[in-house]
């Protein structure tokens, strides 16, 4: 791929910084989700909807009601939360009780999926809505043209992710959380309680991924099918991040969107999802484990 | 009348599907969420099988199968090593993946334009003309359809596909070559699929790949769910009831921008609903 004047270093430079951007979005979608998925081992598929939520609450609060958009984004961060612990109390925990197989929460996670982004279809319409300011004037560093936004992007990226490390590090919540992670028995034998617990990863797990939600509908606008790619993402950088190992999604998602825009240099921009598939296939045949996991246990399905 | 008859081969194409993706999950237990992707690509297949080559159609039914099941031998290979949720990911990617390539190939595949013109089936000089001899045609490769499922799942292979499904270390302790089955389970419900849309494709005579998205594997896979998951009419009843019960919504005479989504809330309600009060369907599995 040769665009005169432009040299390939300079190429290569500015699909990396792409690539940095793309997967801080990839990252922060992978942490939230991961923390979901390895606390609780249930493919929630239903984030991919609190997504999109978010990014439909924002819209609403900030081009529908008028409001100033720190509000819109505390409403999100409310509704998102709202949503994840409502997934958990009214249909993932009935399911724990009855010792439902795990493919149970699967299929019914992928019915609350289907329904919520119809619901959104039906309000909103398929259209994309788009928020009405724009940071999208280009900016040029040295030489990589880019915009405020994108900057916004890593920089929030890395922050999230501090956030993570944080509460799983330096909190007594987020010590009981790696401790289900770890061994969920014999976190209940040492007196943690599962549900609550349960409740709370979901609750921060939903919140995590408002950031994300809202920088791409800043980007692109609120459409009801964002949330499909985001999932597929989050899930592979999770998968590829290692078993367990919740900070390691950011990794994840950091070398998918790396490998995706490096990708393009060689390949037509269509068959970019396809690379980040093959990235997660390949990891899955050669090193199960991911990047930083655990063991692999067989998991039970 | 003509209308009945046309949902009602609708109905016949769909019960193909519904069989030989229970075979996959309900049987076998490998959630995939790309069925759609057999059923596009055998639909896909056995168009250009009759406009570019010009076969007739056993030929060109042929062709879609032995395609679809290439394909479905392909995402077999990632199910040897991915267990649950790592295999829906992965069908997941798989079922994006190629409906990119049913948009992207335009040369091929002609992307969003799609296929238009495709003749009705032809059977050795015999062209089908009226919408009864389709339904009859369609009825006829559903039953063979059904039959091999019917044996299959009776005999041994489906009790070692169930055995998979509920402890696959077992089922190779017993010496059950694990590999060979899944890979079997895979072509067989690729081939079928493959064949339902072959037939697909001549009785609506125009394809583009809106018709194979994520959204049609979640509906097989509402089907199987609803209609009982590892019983064979299981697959069955799941197609005829979520076919005849949304048609009948239709003299509810919502728009259309409405009438499309709503459908599909009433799916995934379906799906939770029955995943939290009869995760056994409507039929329900019966117990050895």
Redesign the interface.
């Known amino acids: 791929m040769a665009i005169p004047g432009v040299g390939l270093v300079e190429l290569l430079l500015q699909f990396a910084f792409n690539g940095l951007v793309v997967g801080s979005l990839y990252a922060m979608l992978g942490l939230s989700f991961g923390l979901i998925y390895w606390t609780t081992r249930i493919f929630h598929f239903a984030h991919g909807v609190v997504y999109a939520a978010a990014g439909y609450v924002v819209y609403v609060f900030v081009v529908r009601l008028d409001m100033p958009t720190p509000v819109g984004i505390a409403a999100a961060f409310v509704v998102a939360a709202a949503m994840g612990m409502a997934c958990e109390f009214f249909v993932y925990r009935p399911m724990r009780r009855r010792n439902s197989p795990p493919m149970v929460s699967l299929v019914a996670s992928l019915g609350l999926f289907v329904v919520f982004q119809n619901l959104f279809v039906i309000a909103f319409t398929a259209d994309p809505r788009p928020l009405s300011q724009s940071y999208f004037q280009p900016l040029e560093i040295g030489p990589i043209t880019t915009t405020w936004l994108k900057i916004a992007t890593i920089l929030v990226g890395v922050a999230l992710f501090l956030v993570v490390i944080g509460f799983l590090y330096r909190t007594r919540a987020g010590t009981a959380v790696r401790a289900v992670v770890d061994n969920p028995s014999m976190a209940a034998v040492v007196g943690i309680d599962l549900d609550r617990a349960y409740l709370m990863t979901y609750a921060v797990g939903s919140v995590l991924v408002v950031p994300a939600a809202y920088l791409v509908t800043l980007d692109r606008g609120a459409s009801p099918d964002m949330g499909l790619p985001a999932l597929l993402a989050a899930a592979i950088a999770v998968f590829v991040g290692g078993v367990g190992a919740i900070p390691a999604a950011a990794f994840g998602g950091l070398m998918m969107g790396l490998a995706e825009n490096l990708g393009i240099l060689r390949i037509g921009a269509e068959w970019q999802s396809a690379i980040s598939f093959l990235i997660l296939i390949a990891f899955l045949l050669v090193r199960p484990s991911g990047i930083f996991g655990g063991r692999v246990r067989k998991v039970q399905v | 009348m003509d209308y009945v008859v046309f949902l009602a081969t609708i109905v016949g194409i769909y019960v193909i599907l519904a069989t030989s993706y229970n075979l996959l999950f309900g049987y076998a237990?490998l959630?995939s969420?790309a069925h759609a992707v057999f059923y596009g690509v055998g639909a896909y297949a056995c168009s250009l099988a009759l406009l570019r080559l010009g076969v007739s159609f056993p030929f060109a039914l042929i062709a879609a199968m032995v395609v679809s099941a290439a394909v479905a031998a392909l995402l077999a290979v990632?199910s040897l090593?991915?267990?649950?949720?790592?295999l829906?990911?992965?069908s997941?990617?798989?079922q994006?993946?190629v409906y990119?390539v049913l948009l992207?190939w335009k040369a091929v595949t002609r992307g969003p334009m799609g296929l238009p013109g495709i003749p009705k089936p032809d059977l050795f000089g015999l062209r089908i003309s009226s919408s009864i001899e389709l339904l009859i045609f369609v009825y006829a490769v559903t039953a063979i359809c059904g039959l091999v499922v019917w044996r299959l799942s009776r005999s041994g292979f489906g009790r070692v596909l169930k055995a998979l499904r509920e402890d696959e270390?077992a089922a190779m302790a017993c010496g059950k070559n694990v590999t060979a089955y899944k890979v079997t389970a895979f072509v067989v419900a690729g081939a079928l699929a493959g064949a339902a849309g072959a037939l697909y494709a001549s009785t609506i005579s125009f394809i583009d790949p809106q018709s194979f998205t994520?959204?049609e594997s979640?509906f097989i896979?509402t089907t199987v769910?609803v209609g009982g998951a590892g019983s064979f009419w299981g697959g069955v009843v799941g197609a005829i009831v979520l076919w005849v019960v949304p048609e009948s919504l239709r003299f509810l005479d919502l728009p259309q921008?409405?009438a499309?989504?709503?459908r599909?809330?009433a799916?995934?309600?379906?799906?939770?609903?029955f995943?939290?009060f009869r995760?056994q369907g409507i039929i329900g599995e019966v117990k050895q």
Not at chain 2, 267 to 273: F, T
Request: charged residues 5%; glycine residues 14%; hydrophobic residues 55%.
């Open positions: 237990g959630l969420i990632p090593r991915l267990t649950g949720d790592y829906v990911v992965a997941f990617g798989f994006l993946i990119s992207n270390v994520l959204n979640f896979l769910i921008t409405v499309g989504p709503l599909q809330v799916y995934g309600a379906l799906l939770i609903g995943m939290m995760p």
